[in-house]
T-cell receptor, first 115, second 113 residues
Framework: DTEVTQTPKHLVMGMTNKKSLKCEQHMGHRAMYWYKQKAKKPPELMFVYSYEKLSINESVPSRFSPECPNSSLLNLHLHALQPEDSALYLC??????????????FGDGTRLSIL | GEDVEQSLFLSVREGDSSVINCTYTDSSSTYLYWYKQEPGAGLQLLTYIFSNMDMKQDQRLTVLLNKKDKHLSLRIADTQTGDSAIYFCAEDPLGGGYQKVTFGTGTKLQVIP
């Protein structure tokens, strides 16, 4: 069982819809991450939150909007997505202390399909 | 970012050992991770090693690190059909209050019964 929980597991949406992906962890981690993964490819980093503040935005289009309401929750708001945004979206969390090398723990992802 | 390279595919017979290789590029102190991804699932952390170590063993898994050649390998002893998955190595240079990990290209391991 994964310690990072993502909902929903699957999402189908039209290009004009607005939806949100949710991620939750209760490991006390203060760094949380969103990744996008295409089939047979490694995950690509989208956003990093550290202590509930956005630390990295990897030049992600504004149709993806992250939110970190508290230290346990991470959301990804979706609006006006394109067919090429169809992918597996992975959430991860880790300790946020430099130099400790604590690995990231991943959820099982949300499989997103854009019609 | 730097490239982390892996061979794309490996096929082994059940009961044999598997060796998955990875070449990384960062020359500074770094953590190196191995993740397993089964179909339809997220990434499961298998093991990790710091760059001042040469080897780490954890049950059926052995990680070997050659710092001179920047080469990392994961050996799975007595490979089982449940080990069939994609394996990613990942590099994490130290620094910052979070990690900016570079993932390898992934190796698909096929275990033949």
């Amino acid at each position: 069982d994964t310690e990072v929980t993502q909902t929903p597991k699957h999402l189908v949406m039209g290009m004009t819809n607005k939806k949100s992906l949710k991620c939750e962890q209760h490991m006390g981690h203060r760094a949380m991450y969103w990744y996008k993964q295409k089939a047979k490819k490694p995950p690509e980093l989208m956003f990093v939150y550290s202590y509930e503040k956005l630390s990295i935005n990897e030049s992600v289009p504004s149709r993806f909007s992250p939110e970190c309401p508290n230290s346990s929750l991470l959301n990804l708001h979706l609006h006006a997505l394109q067919p090429e945004d169809s992918a597996l979206y992975l959430c991860a969390s880790s300790q946020a202390s430099a130099g400790e090398g604590q690995p990231q723990h991943f959820g099982d992802g949300t499989r997103l399909s854009i019609l | 970012g730097e490239d982390v390279e892996q061979s794309l595919f490996l096929s082994v017979r059940e009961g044999d050992s598997s060796v998955i290789n990875c070449t990384y590029t960062d020359s500074s102190s770094t953590y190196l991770y191995w993740y397993k991804q089964e179909p339809g699932a997220g990434l499961q952390l298998l093991t990790y090693i710091f760059s001042n170590m040469d080897m780490k063993q954890d049950q059926r898994l052995t990680v070997l690190l050659n710092k001179k050649d920047k080469h990392l390998s994961l050996r799975i002893a007595d490979t089982q059909t449940g080990d069939s998955a994609i394996y990613f190595c990942a590099e994490d240079p130290l620094g910052g209050g979070y990690q900016k990990v570079t993932f390898g290209t992934g190796t698909k391991l096929q275990v033949i019964p």
